[in-house]
């Protein structure tokens, strides 16, 4: 994949430190709101196609999808794919009402997006000097998707993996801009690095 | 007489972040080193009376360097400047000889005031 | 009004529910919304606690609070996973099936002037018509699910109707064919037997002329010819070949009885979808069915007849009661679960004629009992029942102005008993005419 389409190697590398320093506030940020310590992996960027993006769903257990979208000099879309396994445990550790039905799993996947949508961009933004707006998270399901009629060709990805100490449990969120915000992006970078 | 200081970052932005950031009346000599090992080679050429670490670098990372020169009883002043500022981080990051610990983004009124409190301003 | 002031105006009328709260979680102001749904004036509730307003959901609003203090981002929750997070009346007390309102709920923090988030807003949409369009929306799509399931299996069943249909128009197909040969090896078989029956006679003639021969030459003192007898009777094994012609002739006439019996059997079953009335003989109509499915029963039970003597005829479509008959003796049959027996009984009175075909089979359990007439209810595995034959069997009776009846015990037997009115000709035409002009005025 060409990776080096819209954002040059210097720009990539303030990005990257950018993301690894939002990541550093998020997993603090959540370790007071979860009880338990997150383990946050350095986000990964890379572009991306509709046809990429679409195996990006491919899981092999049970998972959640849920996705939501942010408003702001950038705009674009966050998607987070959480495991089924853990949810529960999980739940329990924020105090959710047990047992969990299907109802309520349902929140805590809307939810959990929320925090971590949240959490990354928030320190994405704040150091970026720009401002954002997250609208609320909704379920869906990647397979009624029909990826033929996204009209963009690449996207920026940035992923980032979570897991948590002691449960069986991970997720994936993705923060995709389109073209348009990539170049604001990159336009921000380069202020930043002179 | 100008002070030895290298700034160890992989990052890019975060090294001039770091230059940017150090106060102009601190008559500084930087050398920067893009991971742990050129951070410790820095160290051995006597070229870092003044360390500015990140944790988080390829080959080795800050940790792994906190660790060498408490072997070497280095009497290199190490100042962290991380993105990981979960409180088990810090917490190691003092026990391995750091003298302060800042976070990501870095703040120039918190790096001055640390490089005050090492009495170097 | 300054601006203050009408901002605080416009805020408090607003059609959403407005609330704000201090880190400690305590009310710094709620709209009118709040304050009437709840009956507790904004003048009652400032500086409570939000948690302790509302205990039901505190775990739930703490949780919610506490992230936007931290994260400094929107949460929010939705109608679908927490219908109710504000003990609010529904929003439509009168006409709705509701009793609560259904809330989306977004929590937003507000910044200080130091970038710093020491409030937050609660605000709260009353979500209770789309709620209950979207339930009702559910409720519609699961209905349709269900009579869409319904519908697949109606079309499995009326696949395999057709494809039973297929079959009996093979099986016409096929009857037409046997009709045809049956008609072409009656003839042969006619004079086949006949001549047999001429040669039988011919040769009790010859064997006794050949007898009587061999006592002359007997007779006659010469023992030469009686050597050259001796030989020639030896030699030709005369004497095996003289006792064993009648028995030949005896066997070739039986035969030739069975393929005549068998021929006729196919010629009138050829025409078992013919549904023309004539004056029948039940018994005959019974006989030539137990032929066509001797195969089908001599394994399983053993066949007793009571028919009554002196039967009348009945004036009834005969082949379309053979149909009747074969499908309750192949069903008596499937029911052995070992060699049984199958009573088939005849009777008359002025009125009626009355046929049972009782089985000792496993009988029918009490729940299906009902069921049995319903077309394609079968107990039978896939391929082997279409559960068609006894629907049909009934739509023939019902035809014929008749009842069919069942009695079942469980593990003992089932007896069918079939009464059919003794109509003259004139009586089933009218009936007839009547049936036919009903259909077209389109009752039946
Ligand atoms: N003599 C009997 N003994 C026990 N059960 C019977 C008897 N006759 C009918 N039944 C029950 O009634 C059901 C319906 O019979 P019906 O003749 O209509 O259909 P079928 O025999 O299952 O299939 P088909 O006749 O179309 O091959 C049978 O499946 C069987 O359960
Ligand atoms: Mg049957």
Redesign the pocket.
């Known amino acids: 994949m060409n990776n080096h389409l819209l954002i040059n190697e210097l720009q990539r590398d303030a990005l990257q430190e950018i993301m690894n320093i939002s990541m550093g506030q998020a997993a603090n940020a959540l370790a007071q709101l979860i009880n338990i310590r997150v383990i946050l992996s350095i986000p990964k960027i890379s572009m991306t196609t509709p046809d990429g993006l679409q195996s990006f769903y491919h899981a092999a257990s049970p998972h959640h999808f849920a996705r939501q979208s942010f408003l702001g000099d950038m705009h674009g879309e966050v998607i987070s794919v959480i495991s089924d396994e853990g949810c529960k445990e999980l739940g329990e550790a924020m105090s959710y009402d047990q047992p969990m039905d299907a109802n309520s799993v349902n929140e805590l996947v809307l939810e959990l997006t929320n925090i971590l949508a949240g959490a990354c961009l928030k320190g994405m933004v704040d150091q970026l000097g720009s401002r954002l707006h997250l609208a609320a998270p909704s379920l869906f399901e990647p397979e009624q998707q029909l990826h033929s009629s996204y009209n963009w060709h690449h996207a920026l990805l940035l992923e980032i993996l979570f897991a948590l100490e002691h449960i069986s449990f991970s997720s994936r969120v993705v923060i995709c801009l389109d073209e348009a915000s990539i170049a604001v992006l990159a336009g921000k970078l380069n202020e930043m690095l002179d | 007489m100008s002070l030895a200081v290298t700034i160890a970052d992989d990052s890019l932005l975060s090294r001039k972040n770091v230059r940017k950031a150090v106060p102009t009346d601190l008559v500084a000599d930087i050398t920067e080193a893009c991971n742990g090992v050129e951070a410790l080679a820095a160290v051995n050429a006597g070229k870092a009376e003044l360390l500015f670490l990140d944790l988080q670098m390829p080959v080795l990372d800050g940790f792994g360097v906190l660790e060498a020169l408490q072997k070497q009883n280095a009497n290199t002043i190490v100042i962290v400047i991380s993105a990981d500022i979960q409180p088990l981080a810090v917490e190691r990051v003092y026990k391995l000889g750091a003298f302060k610990f800042l976070q990501k983004p870095l703040d120039p009124s918190q790096l001055r005031a640390a490089l005050a409190e090492v009495g170097l301003l | 009004m300054d601006r203050q002031q009408l901002f605080e105006d416009v805020v408090s009328q607003l059609a959403i529910g407005v609330c704000i709260v201090d880190s400690g979680y305590n009310l710094v102001y709620w709209n009118n919304f709040f304050a009437d749904r709840l009956q507790m004036p904004m003048a009652d509730v400032e500086g409570k606690s939000l948690l302790e307003l509302f205990p039901d959901q505190a775990t739930f609003l703490k949780r919610k609070l506490q992230s936007v203090f931290v994260l400094k981002n929107a949460s929010f929750s939705y109608w679908e996973q927490r219908p109710v997070v504000f003990q609010f009346k529904s929003s439509r007390p009168i006409t709705g099936e509701e009793c609560q309102m259904y809330q989306n709920v977004e929590i937003y923090p507000i910044f200080n002037t130091d970038n710093a988030v020491d409030r937050v807003c609660i605000t709260v949409y009353d979500m209770t018509v789309t709620a209950s369009y979207h339930q009702q929306l559910t409720r519609l799509t699961q209905q349709l699910e269900a009579e869409k399931q319904q519908q697949q299996v109606l079309i499995n069943k009326l696949e395999e109707a057709h494809n039973q249909l297929l079959q009996s128009e093979k099986m016409a197909a096929i009857g037409q064919l046997a009709a045809g040969v049956a008609h072409e090896i009656n003839n042969p078989v006619g004079f086949i037997f006949s001549n047999l029956q001429s040669l039988q006679d011919y040769l009790s003639r010859m064997l006794k002329y050949v007898d009587l021969l061999s006592k002359i030459v007997d007779k006659v003192p010469q023992p030469t010819l009686h050597q050259l007898k001796a030989d020639y009777v030896q030699r030709n094994q005369l004497a095996m070949v003289l006792a064993d012609c009648p028995d030949l002739l005896n066997e070739s006439l039986d035969g030739a009885e069975r393929v005549m019996a068998i021929v006729k059997s196919l010629k009138e079953f050829s025409h078992v979808d013919s549904k023309e009335w004539s004056a029948a003989d039940i018994t005959s109509g019974i006989e030539s069915t137990l032929r066509v499915i001797n195969n089908e029963l001599k394994y399983k039970a053993e066949v007793v007849r009571h028919y009554a003597a002196d039967l009348p005829a009945l004036y009834c479509q005969p082949m379309q009661l053979n149909q009747v008959f074969m499908?309750l003796l192949v069903?008596?049959a499937?029911?052995m679960d070992s060699f049984g027996r199958i009573e088939i009984d005849v009777a008359f009175d002025e009125q009626k004629m009355v046929v049972k075909i009782r089985?000792s089979?496993?009988?029918?359990a009490p729940e299906?009992m009902k069921r049995?007439f319903e077309p394609f209810?079968?107990?039978?595995p896939v391929g082997q029942?279409?559960?068609?034959?006894?629907?049909l069997s009934y739509t023939i009776i019902r035809r014929h102005k008749g009842s069919i009846n069942v009695e079942?015990t469980p593990g003992v037997g089932?007896c069918f008993i079939i009464e059919l009115p003794r109509r003259s000709e004139l009586e089933v035409q009218q009936d007839e005419a009547s049936l036919a002009a009903a259909s077209q005025h389109g009752v039946l």
């Not at chain 3, 209810?377 to 039978?380: D, I, L, Q, S, V």
């Not at chain 3, 029942?385 to 629907?391: C, D, F, K, N």
């Open positions: 499908n069903n008596a499937q029911a089985d089979g496993k009988g029918i299906h049995i209810f079968t107990t039978k029942g279409t559960g068609l034959g006894l629907s079942s089932t």
